[in-house]
Protein backbone atom coordinates (compact mmCIF):
# COMPACT_ATOMS: atom_id res chain seq x y z
CA UNK A 1 0.00 0.00 0.00
CA UNK A 2 3.07 2.50 1.27
CA UNK A 3 4.56 1.06 -2.14
CA UNK A 4 1.66 2.21 -4.55
CA UNK A 5 1.56 5.46 -2.63
CA UNK A 6 5.26 6.52 -3.39
CA UNK A 7 4.80 5.03 -6.81
CA UNK A 8 1.77 7.75 -7.40
CA UNK A 9 3.71 10.30 -5.86
CA UNK A 10 7.24 10.05 -7.81
CA UNK A 11 4.59 9.58 -10.84
CA UNK A 12 2.99 13.00 -10.02
CA UNK A 13 6.05 14.82 -9.73
CA UNK A 14 7.82 13.46 -12.96
CA UNK A 15 4.87 13.35 -15.09
CA UNK A 16 3.17 16.82 -14.04
CA UNK A 17 5.81 19.11 -15.12
CA UNK A 18 6.07 17.23 -18.38
CA UNK A 19 2.69 17.33 -19.74
CA UNK A 20 2.40 20.97 -18.31
CA UNK A 21 5.66 21.64 -20.72
CA UNK A 22 3.79 20.19 -23.47
CA UNK A 23 0.71 22.10 -22.83
CA UNK A 24 3.23 25.41 -23.17
CA UNK A 25 4.22 24.05 -26.47
CA UNK A 26 0.56 23.81 -28.01
CA UNK A 27 -0.05 26.93 -26.32
CA UNK A 28 2.90 28.15 -27.83
CA UNK A 29 2.08 26.64 -31.58
CA UNK A 30 -2.03 27.97 -31.03
CA UNK A 31 -0.83 31.31 -30.42
CA UNK A 32 1.12 31.16 -33.48
CA UNK A 33 -1.48 29.85 -35.37
CA UNK A 34 -3.75 32.41 -34.27
CA UNK A 35 -1.56 35.39 -35.25
CA UNK A 36 -1.06 33.65 -38.75
CA UNK A 37 2.28 32.36 -37.86
CA UNK A 38 3.71 28.43 -37.96
CA UNK A 39 4.98 28.58 -34.88
CA UNK A 40 8.07 26.90 -32.68
CA UNK A 41 8.04 23.58 -32.45
CA UNK A 42 6.16 21.45 -29.90
CA UNK A 43 9.15 20.58 -27.77
CA UNK A 44 10.21 24.22 -27.50
CA UNK A 45 9.64 25.11 -23.62
CA UNK A 46 11.80 21.90 -23.12
CA UNK A 47 14.89 23.48 -25.26
CA UNK A 48 14.48 26.33 -23.21
CA UNK A 49 14.80 25.17 -19.33
CA UNK A 50 17.71 22.65 -20.97
CA UNK A 51 19.72 25.87 -22.08
CA UNK A 52 18.83 27.94 -19.25
CA UNK A 53 19.70 25.23 -17.24
CA UNK A 54 23.23 25.31 -18.49
CA UNK A 55 24.15 29.09 -18.87
CA UNK A 56 25.49 31.00 -16.36
CA UNK A 57 24.21 31.91 -12.96
CA UNK A 58 24.61 35.11 -12.27
CA UNK A 59 24.34 36.47 -8.40
CA UNK A 60 22.31 39.93 -7.62
CA UNK A 61 22.47 38.55 -4.01
CA UNK A 62 22.42 35.67 -1.15
CA UNK A 63 19.07 35.33 -0.84
CA UNK A 64 16.74 35.54 -3.65
CA UNK A 65 17.26 32.66 -5.16
CA UNK A 66 16.15 29.97 -2.17
CA UNK A 67 12.46 32.00 -3.05
CA UNK A 68 12.53 30.59 -5.99
CA UNK A 69 13.21 26.73 -4.70
CA UNK A 70 10.68 27.57 -1.66
CA UNK A 71 7.99 28.14 -4.88
CA UNK A 72 8.56 24.99 -6.60
CA UNK A 73 8.67 23.04 -3.26
CA UNK A 74 5.28 24.32 -2.59
CA UNK A 75 3.60 23.77 -5.59
CA UNK A 76 4.98 20.84 -6.19
CA UNK A 77 3.30 19.72 -2.67
CA UNK A 78 -0.52 21.42 -4.02
CA UNK A 79 0.49 19.66 -7.20
CA UNK A 80 0.74 16.16 -5.03
CA UNK A 81 -2.08 16.97 -2.86
CA UNK A 82 -4.27 17.86 -5.46
CA UNK A 83 -3.52 14.41 -7.72
CA UNK A 84 -3.89 12.67 -4.86
CA UNK A 85 -7.30 13.51 -4.29
CA UNK A 86 -6.30 15.26 -0.86
CA UNK A 87 -8.37 18.17 1.06
CA UNK A 88 -8.58 21.18 -1.64
CA UNK A 89 -8.47 23.70 1.10
CA UNK A 90 -4.87 22.65 2.36
CA UNK A 91 -4.21 22.48 -1.48
CA UNK A 92 -5.40 26.22 -1.90
CA UNK A 93 -3.81 27.41 0.98
CA UNK A 94 -0.60 25.87 0.01
CA UNK A 95 -0.49 26.94 -3.84
CA UNK A 96 -1.17 30.76 -1.79
CA UNK A 97 2.06 30.07 0.00
CA UNK A 98 4.18 28.99 -2.89
CA UNK A 99 2.75 32.39 -4.67
CA UNK A 100 3.81 34.42 -2.09
CA UNK A 101 7.41 33.03 -1.71
CA UNK A 102 7.39 33.68 -5.68
CA UNK A 103 6.20 37.47 -4.73
CA UNK A 104 9.40 37.23 -2.11
CA UNK A 105 11.66 36.88 -4.68
CA UNK A 106 10.71 39.23 -6.51
CA UNK A 107 11.17 41.59 -3.46
CA UNK A 108 14.22 40.59 -2.39
CA UNK A 109 16.32 41.06 -6.31
CA UNK A 110 15.80 44.09 -5.20
CA UNK A 111 15.46 45.56 -8.95
CA UNK A 112 12.77 48.32 -9.17
CA UNK A 113 11.22 46.38 -12.24
CA UNK A 114 11.29 43.02 -10.16
CA UNK A 115 9.28 44.65 -7.07
CA UNK A 116 6.96 46.45 -9.13
CA UNK A 117 6.24 42.46 -10.23
CA UNK A 118 6.18 41.33 -6.99
CA UNK A 119 4.11 44.34 -5.97
CA UNK A 120 1.32 43.25 -8.85
CA UNK A 121 1.80 39.86 -7.85
CA UNK A 122 0.23 40.45 -4.41
CA UNK A 123 -2.57 42.60 -6.34
CA UNK A 124 -3.54 39.23 -8.32
CA UNK A 125 -3.40 37.60 -5.87
CA UNK A 126 -5.74 39.68 -4.03
CA UNK A 127 -7.86 39.41 -7.25
CA UNK A 128 -8.47 35.92 -7.39
CA UNK A 129 -7.57 34.32 -4.01
CA UNK A 130 -11.61 34.90 -3.19
CA UNK A 131 -12.99 33.06 -6.32
CA UNK A 132 -10.80 29.97 -5.63
CA UNK A 133 -11.87 29.57 -1.94
CA UNK A 134 -15.57 30.24 -2.91
CA UNK A 135 -15.26 27.60 -5.96
CA UNK A 136 -13.91 25.46 -2.79
CA UNK A 137 -16.78 26.38 -0.61
CA UNK A 138 -19.50 25.76 -3.24
CA UNK A 139 -17.66 22.23 -4.31
CA UNK A 140 -18.27 21.60 -0.49
CA UNK A 141 -21.53 22.45 -0.77
CA UNK A 142 -22.52 20.04 -3.50
CA UNK A 143 -20.45 16.77 -2.02
CA UNK A 144 -20.59 17.65 1.70
CA UNK A 145 -16.36 17.38 1.60
CA UNK A 146 -13.25 18.96 1.25
CA UNK A 147 -11.65 16.11 -0.11
CA UNK A 148 -11.25 16.08 -3.91
CA UNK A 149 -11.77 12.16 -4.28
CA UNK A 150 -15.06 12.60 -2.75
CA UNK A 151 -15.80 15.35 -4.95
CA UNK A 152 -14.90 13.53 -7.79
CA UNK A 153 -17.35 10.53 -6.72
CA UNK A 154 -20.45 12.29 -6.84
CA UNK A 155 -23.40 11.02 -9.20
CA UNK A 156 -23.91 14.46 -10.28
CA UNK A 157 -21.04 16.39 -11.93
CA UNK A 158 -20.30 19.51 -9.94
CA UNK A 159 -20.86 21.85 -12.79
CA UNK A 160 -24.99 20.70 -13.02
CA UNK A 161 -25.21 22.69 -9.50
CA UNK A 162 -22.34 25.46 -9.77
CA UNK A 163 -22.41 27.02 -13.20
CA UNK A 164 -21.41 30.64 -12.33
CA UNK A 165 -18.88 29.37 -9.54
CA UNK A 166 -17.30 27.66 -13.09
CA UNK A 167 -17.64 30.63 -15.00
CA UNK A 168 -15.94 32.47 -12.47
CA UNK A 169 -13.34 30.38 -11.93
CA UNK A 170 -12.26 30.34 -15.70
CA UNK A 171 -12.66 34.48 -15.53
CA UNK A 172 -9.65 33.88 -12.51
CA UNK A 173 -7.64 30.84 -14.13
CA UNK A 174 -6.58 34.15 -16.33
CA UNK A 175 -4.73 35.32 -13.85
CA UNK A 176 -3.54 31.62 -12.14
CA UNK A 177 -2.15 30.71 -16.17
CA UNK A 178 -0.68 34.35 -16.57
CA UNK A 179 -2.14 34.99 -19.71
CA UNK A 180 -3.59 38.23 -21.02
CA UNK A 181 -5.44 40.54 -19.87
CA UNK A 182 -4.10 39.76 -16.03
CA UNK A 183 -0.86 39.20 -16.86
CA UNK A 184 0.58 42.11 -14.91
CA UNK A 185 3.32 41.02 -12.66
CA UNK A 186 5.25 38.35 -15.22
CA UNK A 187 4.47 38.54 -19.47
CA UNK A 188 6.19 36.29 -20.92
CA UNK A 189 6.28 36.93 -24.55
CA UNK A 190 8.51 40.34 -25.29
CA UNK A 191 7.18 42.49 -22.64
CA UNK A 192 9.30 45.57 -22.87
CA UNK A 193 8.47 47.96 -20.03
CA UNK A 194 7.52 45.24 -17.56
CA UNK A 195 11.33 43.69 -18.55
CA UNK A 196 9.49 40.02 -17.22
CA UNK A 197 8.14 41.60 -13.73
CA UNK A 198 9.36 39.20 -10.99
CA UNK A 199 11.60 37.26 -13.09
CA UNK A 200 13.84 40.48 -14.30
CA UNK A 201 17.00 39.45 -12.20
CA UNK A 202 16.53 35.57 -12.40
CA UNK A 203 18.96 34.32 -15.02
CA UNK A 204 20.16 30.72 -15.66
CA UNK A 205 18.93 27.39 -13.54
CA UNK A 206 16.42 29.79 -11.52
CA UNK A 207 14.41 31.13 -14.49
CA UNK A 208 14.43 27.66 -15.59
CA UNK A 209 12.89 26.56 -12.08
CA UNK A 210 10.23 29.83 -12.48
CA UNK A 211 9.18 28.08 -15.64
CA UNK A 212 9.03 24.60 -14.48
CA UNK A 213 6.90 25.82 -11.50
CA UNK A 214 4.80 27.59 -13.84
CA UNK A 215 4.15 23.98 -15.76
CA UNK A 216 3.41 22.74 -12.50
CA UNK A 217 0.89 25.75 -12.07
CA UNK A 218 -1.02 25.27 -15.45
CA UNK A 219 -1.62 21.57 -14.36
CA UNK A 220 -2.94 22.45 -11.11
CA UNK A 221 -5.34 24.99 -12.74
CA UNK A 222 -6.63 22.91 -14.90
CA UNK A 223 -7.02 20.20 -11.99
CA UNK A 224 -9.76 22.62 -10.72
CA UNK A 225 -11.56 22.49 -13.71
CA UNK A 226 -11.51 18.88 -13.88
CA UNK A 227 -12.93 18.19 -10.50
CA UNK A 228 -16.10 19.88 -11.65
CA UNK A 229 -16.92 17.54 -14.53
CA UNK A 230 -15.86 14.34 -13.22
CA UNK A 231 -18.28 11.78 -11.57
CA UNK A 232 -18.29 8.26 -10.28
CA UNK A 233 -18.64 7.01 -13.89
CA UNK A 234 -15.40 6.19 -15.85
CA UNK A 235 -16.44 7.91 -18.51
CA UNK A 236 -17.01 11.86 -16.99
CA UNK A 237 -13.75 11.57 -16.72
CA UNK A 238 -12.86 11.51 -20.25
CA UNK A 239 -15.40 14.83 -20.77
CA UNK A 240 -13.41 16.11 -17.53
CA UNK A 241 -10.35 16.06 -19.35
CA UNK A 242 -11.98 17.51 -22.92
CA UNK A 243 -13.64 20.06 -20.84
CA UNK A 244 -9.62 21.04 -19.35
CA UNK A 245 -8.53 20.85 -22.70
CA UNK A 246 -11.10 23.31 -23.83
CA UNK A 247 -10.88 25.66 -21.21
CA UNK A 248 -7.38 25.68 -21.95
CA UNK A 249 -7.43 26.55 -25.69
CA UNK A 250 -10.26 29.32 -24.42
CA UNK A 251 -7.78 31.21 -22.22
CA UNK A 252 -5.12 30.47 -25.75
CA UNK A 253 -7.71 32.69 -27.96
CA UNK A 254 -8.80 35.07 -24.66
CA UNK A 255 -5.03 35.79 -24.60
CA UNK A 256 -4.50 36.42 -28.20
CA UNK A 257 -7.67 38.85 -28.73
CA UNK A 258 -6.48 40.84 -25.76
CA UNK A 259 -4.32 43.44 -24.34
CA UNK A 260 -3.08 44.05 -20.69
CA UNK A 261 -5.65 45.93 -18.57
CA UNK A 262 -4.53 48.13 -15.65
CA UNK A 263 -4.58 46.62 -12.04
CA UNK A 264 -7.83 48.83 -11.14
CA UNK A 265 -9.67 46.97 -13.82
CA UNK A 266 -8.15 43.45 -13.46
CA UNK A 267 -9.08 43.96 -9.18
CA UNK A 268 -12.15 45.48 -9.52
CA UNK A 269 -13.66 43.40 -12.44
CA UNK A 270 -12.05 40.01 -10.73
CA UNK A 271 -14.18 41.29 -7.44
CA UNK A 272 -16.99 42.10 -8.87
CA UNK A 273 -17.23 38.50 -10.75
CA UNK A 274 -16.32 37.02 -8.09
CA UNK A 275 -18.78 38.81 -5.92
CA UNK A 276 -22.32 38.36 -8.31
CA UNK A 277 -21.47 34.99 -9.19
CA UNK A 278 -20.56 33.28 -6.44
CA UNK A 279 -23.13 35.09 -3.84
CA UNK A 280 -26.09 33.95 -6.92
CA UNK A 281 -25.00 30.44 -7.50
CA UNK A 282 -24.10 29.57 -3.40
CA UNK A 283 -27.43 31.55 -2.58
CA UNK A 284 -29.58 28.85 -4.77
CA UNK A 285 -27.38 26.24 -4.62
CA UNK A 286 -27.97 26.04 -0.51
CA UNK A 287 -31.86 27.25 -1.20
CA UNK A 288 -32.63 24.66 -3.39
CA UNK A 289 -30.91 21.74 -2.83
CA UNK A 290 -29.58 21.60 0.56
CA UNK B 1 24.13 18.67 -26.46
CA UNK B 2 23.95 22.33 -26.65
CA UNK B 3 20.07 23.64 -26.43
CA UNK B 4 21.68 26.93 -26.97
CA UNK B 5 21.07 26.52 -30.75
CA UNK B 6 17.36 25.66 -30.43
CA UNK B 7 16.25 28.51 -28.32
CA UNK B 8 18.33 31.57 -28.98
CA UNK B 9 16.62 34.30 -27.28
CA UNK B 10 17.41 37.90 -28.32
CA UNK B 11 18.25 41.40 -27.25
CA UNK B 12 18.15 44.32 -29.51
CA UNK B 13 19.54 47.24 -28.70
CA UNK B 14 19.17 50.25 -31.17
CA UNK B 15 22.26 52.81 -31.23
CA UNK B 16 22.50 55.56 -32.85
CA UNK B 17 20.64 53.90 -35.38
CA UNK B 18 18.37 55.63 -38.10
CA UNK B 19 15.33 53.42 -37.43
CA UNK B 20 15.92 51.61 -40.58
CA UNK B 21 17.92 48.18 -39.55
CA UNK B 22 15.66 48.35 -36.33
CA UNK B 23 12.07 47.77 -38.29
CA UNK B 24 13.75 45.54 -40.45
CA UNK B 25 14.91 43.30 -37.16
CA UNK B 26 11.41 43.62 -36.00
CA UNK B 27 10.30 42.46 -39.31
CA UNK B 28 11.90 39.14 -38.75
CA UNK B 29 9.70 38.59 -35.74
CA UNK B 30 6.28 39.47 -38.31
CA UNK B 31 4.73 36.21 -39.78
CA UNK B 32 6.53 36.62 -43.01
CA UNK B 33 9.54 35.56 -41.66
CA UNK B 34 8.41 33.84 -38.18
CA UNK B 35 12.10 33.51 -36.56
CA UNK B 36 9.98 32.11 -33.37
CA UNK B 37 9.72 29.04 -35.69
CA UNK B 38 13.52 28.20 -34.74
CA UNK B 39 12.78 29.03 -30.87
CA UNK B 40 14.24 33.25 -30.98
CA UNK B 41 12.49 35.39 -28.74
CA UNK B 42 12.97 38.97 -28.86
CA UNK B 43 13.32 39.50 -25.14
CA UNK B 44 13.76 42.98 -23.26
CA UNK B 45 15.68 41.65 -20.39
CA UNK B 46 19.35 41.26 -20.91
CA UNK B 47 19.61 38.65 -17.99
CA UNK B 48 17.07 36.41 -20.49
CA UNK B 49 19.13 37.20 -23.43
CA UNK B 50 21.73 34.71 -25.16
CA UNK B 51 22.33 37.14 -28.71
CA UNK B 52 22.87 40.87 -28.63
CA UNK B 53 21.37 42.59 -31.13
CA UNK B 54 23.33 46.43 -32.22
CA UNK B 55 22.02 48.47 -34.52
CA UNK B 56 23.66 51.48 -35.31
CA UNK B 57 26.71 53.03 -34.81
CA UNK B 58 27.75 53.74 -31.03
CA UNK B 59 28.90 57.09 -30.03
CA UNK B 60 30.14 58.61 -26.95
CA UNK B 61 26.61 59.34 -25.48
CA UNK B 62 25.57 55.25 -25.44
CA UNK B 63 29.13 53.48 -24.83
CA UNK B 64 28.23 53.43 -21.05
CA UNK B 65 24.97 51.92 -22.32
CA UNK B 66 25.99 49.15 -24.41
CA UNK B 67 28.83 48.22 -22.16
CA UNK B 68 26.54 47.60 -19.31
CA UNK B 69 23.95 45.60 -21.09
CA UNK B 70 27.22 43.41 -22.19
CA UNK B 71 27.92 42.87 -18.59
CA UNK B 72 24.40 42.16 -17.23
CA UNK B 73 24.02 39.50 -19.83
CA UNK B 74 24.91 36.03 -18.53
CA UNK B 75 27.78 33.52 -20.32
CA UNK B 76 27.66 32.35 -23.02
CA UNK B 77 26.40 35.49 -25.23
CA UNK B 78 27.71 36.82 -28.61
CA UNK B 79 27.10 40.08 -30.27
CA UNK B 80 25.89 40.69 -33.15
CA UNK B 81 26.58 43.94 -35.43
CA UNK B 82 23.73 44.35 -37.67
CA UNK B 83 23.43 47.04 -40.36
CA UNK B 84 26.91 49.22 -42.03
CA UNK B 85 26.82 51.61 -39.32
CA UNK B 86 27.18 49.20 -36.68
CA UNK B 87 29.92 47.29 -37.94
CA UNK B 88 32.04 50.07 -39.30
CA UNK B 89 29.91 53.85 -38.60
CA UNK B 90 29.24 53.51 -42.07
CA UNK B 91 28.34 57.31 -43.72
CA UNK B 92 28.95 58.48 -39.47
CA UNK B 93 32.19 57.43 -39.32
CA UNK B 94 33.57 60.42 -39.75
CA UNK B 95 31.12 62.34 -37.33
CA UNK B 96 32.50 64.27 -33.95
CA UNK B 97 30.89 61.99 -31.25
CA UNK B 98 30.79 58.30 -33.36
CA UNK B 99 33.74 56.21 -32.20
CA UNK B 100 32.60 54.21 -35.11
CA UNK B 101 30.98 50.35 -35.21
CA UNK B 102 30.03 48.52 -31.91
CA UNK B 103 33.51 46.42 -31.73
CA UNK B 104 35.23 49.60 -31.17
CA UNK B 105 33.50 49.32 -27.62
CA UNK B 106 32.31 45.14 -27.36
CA UNK B 107 33.91 41.95 -28.69
CA UNK B 108 31.76 41.73 -31.99
CA UNK B 109 31.13 37.85 -32.89
CA UNK B 110 28.92 38.55 -36.49
CA UNK B 111 28.59 41.60 -38.68
CA UNK B 112 25.62 41.75 -40.85
CA UNK B 113 26.55 44.11 -43.24
CA UNK B 114 23.21 46.46 -45.70
CA UNK B 115 21.87 49.93 -45.56
CA UNK B 116 19.19 48.86 -44.26
CA UNK B 117 20.11 44.79 -43.78
CA UNK B 118 17.64 42.41 -45.48
CA UNK B 119 15.92 40.36 -42.99
CA UNK B 120 17.19 37.28 -44.52
CA UNK B 121 20.44 38.64 -43.89
CA UNK B 122 19.85 39.28 -40.18
CA UNK B 123 18.44 35.56 -39.64
CA UNK B 124 21.69 34.75 -41.61
CA UNK B 125 23.56 36.41 -39.00
CA UNK B 126 21.97 34.93 -36.01
CA UNK B 127 22.29 31.54 -37.31
CA UNK B 128 25.80 32.10 -37.84
CA UNK B 129 26.21 33.68 -34.18
CA UNK B 130 24.64 30.59 -32.86
CA UNK B 131 27.85 28.41 -34.15
CA UNK B 132 29.26 30.05 -32.13
CA UNK B 133 27.31 30.54 -29.30
CA UNK B 134 27.99 27.04 -29.56
CA UNK B 135 31.61 27.07 -29.48
CA UNK B 136 31.40 29.30 -26.14
CA UNK B 137 29.19 26.94 -23.90
CA UNK B 138 32.05 23.71 -25.04
CA UNK B 139 34.51 26.53 -24.11
CA UNK B 140 32.63 26.98 -20.55
CA UNK B 141 32.14 23.32 -19.87
CA UNK B 142 36.26 23.21 -20.01
Redesign the interface.
Known amino acids: MLAIWIIRIILIVVLTPIVGGLLAGFD?IIS?RV???????LL?PF??V??LI?????EVNKTYKFYVYASLFFIILTAVIMLMGGDMLLAIFVLTLGAIFFAFGGYASQSPYSIIGAERELLQMMAYEPMVLITAAGLYMVSKSFFISDMISQAVPAIVYLPAVFVGFVYILTFKLRKSPFDLSLGH????????GI??????RE?AIIEITHWYESIIALAFVYVFFATSNPISHVFAVLACLVVYFFEILVDNSTVRVKWQLALKSAWIVTGVVSVVNLMIVSFFKF | M???T??PWILHYDGSSCNGCDIEVLACLT?LY?V????V?????P??A?ILLITGGVNDQNIPVVKQIYE?M???KVVVAVGICATSGGIFADCYNMVGGVENVLPVDVYVPGCAARPQAIIDGVVKALAVLDEK?NA?KK
Open positions: RAQGRKGPPQYDLKKKENIHAHQELVQSTEYSGL | NYNKSPDERFGINTGNRHDQAEPQM
